[in-house]
C-alpha cells in the first residue's frame, strides 16, 4: 500500500498511530490511487493525503495535537515509540517538544529498547531542552552499551563521567515514590476504583485495602514511575511484575492484577497479618523477616501508617 500506510484489522495506521473517521478513509483512498502505478495518480493522491489526513492533524488546536500524542504514547512498540520521541525532539512535522520526546524516549528505555536508551543519553549530554547532566546520560548510554549498541558504547568513551547508580524518567507523569509525602491525594477515578472493586474478590481482598495501596503508592497514576523503576498503578518493579505474569506493567487491569496477586501473597506468607504485608510490599518481605516485623526505615514506617490510616477512615 503507498505512502507508507499499512492496513490492519482495527482500521489504518499512519506510522503506528490509528488514523480514525473521515481521514481514515481519505487515507484508504489516496493509498489505492498509489497503488495503481500511475506517476500523475500517485502525486493527485499525494497531495490529497497531506490536505485531508496530516494537514489538519498539524494545524488543528492543541487539542488535536494531544490526542494524537495520547495515542502515541499508549502504543505497545518500543520502535514507534522510539521513532517518534525523534520527531519530538527535532520537530519533524510539529512543533518541537522535548519534554513529550522524553516520555516517549523513556517508555521504551525503561523496556529495554538499546536506540531510545542511546537517545536519552545524547539528550541529557547535550543538554537539549533540559539541563544538562553527564551523570546520567552516562547511565543511559551505560544501559544501551550493555545491549550491544555501538553508538552508546563511543559516547560512553568520550563522556570519561561515571554513570549515575540508576536512572529515572522525569515525566509529568511521574510520582516517585521517595516524594510520595508530598503529593496531594485526589480521589480515585471512577474506572479505577471499578476495576479495583472487580478484581479484589477475586484475589480475596479487601476493595478498600487495594485502593489504599494504590493511592499510597502512585495517587491513581497509571503512568507513575519511580527513580526506582516501580510501574504503574501499584507500582510494581520488573522484578515483582515478572514474578505474578504480568506482560505490560502500563496496563492498568494487567497492573492491578499483578499487585493484588502480590498482596494476597504477603497476606498468605505473613498469616494474614496486614501491616506486615504492607511493610512487605513496601521494603520487600525478607526485610520483614530479617527485622521480625515493620522495619525500622522511616518510609516502610510511614507507609504503613498512611495505608492503615486510610483504611479506618
Known sequence: MGLGAERLSEGVYLAGVPVAGDASESLEWSAAVCGRGSFAGGWTAFALFVGLVVGPLLMAPGGAVAAGFDRIYATGSNTTLTEWGRRYEHGEGMPADVTRAIRLYCKAAMRGHSDAQYYLGRVYAHGRGVKRDDALAAAWFARAASLKHSQARS???????????????????????????????????????????????????????????????????????????????????????????????????????????????????????????????????????????????????????????????
Open 155 to 313: 559516547m560512553l568513551q568520550l563522556l570519561r563521567t561515571k554513570p549515575k547508580d540508576s536512572v529515572a524518567c522525569p515525566t509529568s507523569g511521574s510520582t516517585p515514590r521517595s516524594a510520595s509525602r508530598g503529593f496531594k491525594s485526589r480521589p480515585a477515578p471512577a474506572h479505577v476504583e471499578a476495576m479495583v472493586r472487580t478484581l479484589a474478590p477475586e484475589f480475596r481482598l479487601d476493595p478498600a485495602l487495594v485502593l489504599a495501596v494504590v493511592q499510597v503508592e502512585s495517587n491513581f497514576n497509571a503512568n507513575a514511575q519511580s527513580p526506582k523503576n516501580a510501574q504503574g498503578l501499584m507500582q510494581l518493579i520488573p522484578e515483582t511484575a515478572e514474578r505474578f505474569g504480568v506482560r505490560d506493567v502500563w496496563d492498568p487491569e494487567e497492573n492491578l492484577r499483578g499487585g493484588m496477586a502480590y498482596l494476597r501473597w504477603l497476606l498468605d506468607h505473613f498469616k494474614g497479618d496486614v501491616k506486615l504485608a504492607l511493610a512487605g510490599y513496601n521494603a520487600g518481605e525478607g526485610a520483614v523477616q530479617r527485622h521480625q516485623g515493620v522495619p525500622p526505615f522511616a518510609e516502610t514506617q510511614d507507609y504503613v501508617r498512611r495505608i492503615t490510616g486510610l483504611i479506618a477512615r
